[in-house]
């Protein structure tokens, strides 16, 4: 029974993360339509706080209870993690490219594992530190950052990458806390209600009104809130209750495998052999982790029954 519950809890990690892995494909439309990437921030936090509301109004009305005390985690994810980190993502997006967005925004687990040992005080083990190694040189070889080098960043874009990272780190820090007391449904919901007003009082969203007479505006937003937010956060977070924050965000790094995969399958893209490398090297840090908890826990299991 353990070793299947930790299989389906890597699983759903691994699924939220790919879902995130899909945001390039359904971004690119909005920015052809002339929205900002503070437009597409909104769109998402907005779209996606409708969708969970009626879901979590037909199906789990009672689970929208919360103590007023937690409503901080949950502004902070919304605003400090959720609405900052994707600015700073879509804004590299633009100004460069998915892949090297993608690649900034996964020294998120680099912050991660930082955080939790200062707030969590989760252990900084050696199999950690290699795993962290192995998924951000993987990542630098998936998009092509390593072994040529020949990636010219402006310093700005470098600066804002980063901190999409800082950002990204944040939400496993804010909701990490609150994982035991409410659904990862609940915890989704209440982030992105803090978002979607944050992003109401501070877009030109109101303004743009009139670019949803497009089918392909519609279909866009629609597919980066319920696949690439609703279902991706909720998986995450379903995998993030039983797990370590900084093992999840290690886990979580095959989003950029899903990207580049992405770009090859819809964008005609070619995949080179460094890239292959880098899927690899993701995937074996992805298996470090998942390995050392599997074997504590069917430890903890063969005590058990001995007792």
Not at 167 to 184: M, N
């Amino acid at each position: 029974m353990g070793k299947r519950l930790s299989l389906r809890v890597y699983l759903m990690t691994i699924a939220g993360a790919a879902c995130w892995g899909l945001i390039g494909l359904f971004v690119a439309p909005l920015y052809t339509r002339g929205f900002t990437a503070w437009d597409v921030v909104a769109i998402r936090g907005i779209f996606s706080f409708v969708i969970l509301f009626l879901i979590m109004a037909a199906f789990f009305r009672d689970q929208l209870r919360t103590q007023l005390k937690d409503h901080i985690f949950f502004a902070g994810g919304g605003i400090f993690s959720i609405a900052l980190f994707n600015y700073f993502y879509f804004e590299v997006f633009s100004q460069s490219s998915l892949s090297l967005a993608v690649t900034l925004l996964y020294t998120g687990p680099l912050f991660v594992t930082l955080l939790s040992r200062l707030f969590f005080k989760e252990p900084l083990t050696v199999r950690k530190g290699v795993a962290l190694v192995l998924a951000i040189t993987g990542c630098a070889f998936v998009v092509g950052l390593m072994p040529l080098g020949q990636v010219s960043i402006h310093m700005k874009t470098l600066f804002m990458g980063i901190l999409s990272g800082f950002c990204y780190a944040l939400y496993s820090i804010f909701s990490k806390p609150v994982t035991k007391r409410y659904s990862p449904l609940t915890i989704t919901t209440y982030t992105f209600f803090y978002t979607s007003i944050f992003m109401l009082f501070t877009s030109d969203i109101g303004k743009k009104l009139d670019r949803f007479q497009y089918t392909d505006v519609w279909v866009a937003s629609g597919l980066l809130a319920f696949v690439a937010t609703v279902a991706a956060y909720i998986l995450y977070t379903s995998g993030l209750k039983h797990l370590e924050a900084s093992k999840a965000s290690i886990l979580a790094t095959i989003e950029p495998i899903v990207a580049v995969v992405g770009s090859v399958v819809f964008l005609g893209e070619k995949l080179q052999g460094w890239q292959v490398l880098g899927i690899v090297l993701v995937l074996y840090s992805a298996i470090l982790v998942a390995e050392r908890q599997t074997k504590i826990k069917g430890n903890i299991e063969s005590l058990t029954d001995v007792q």
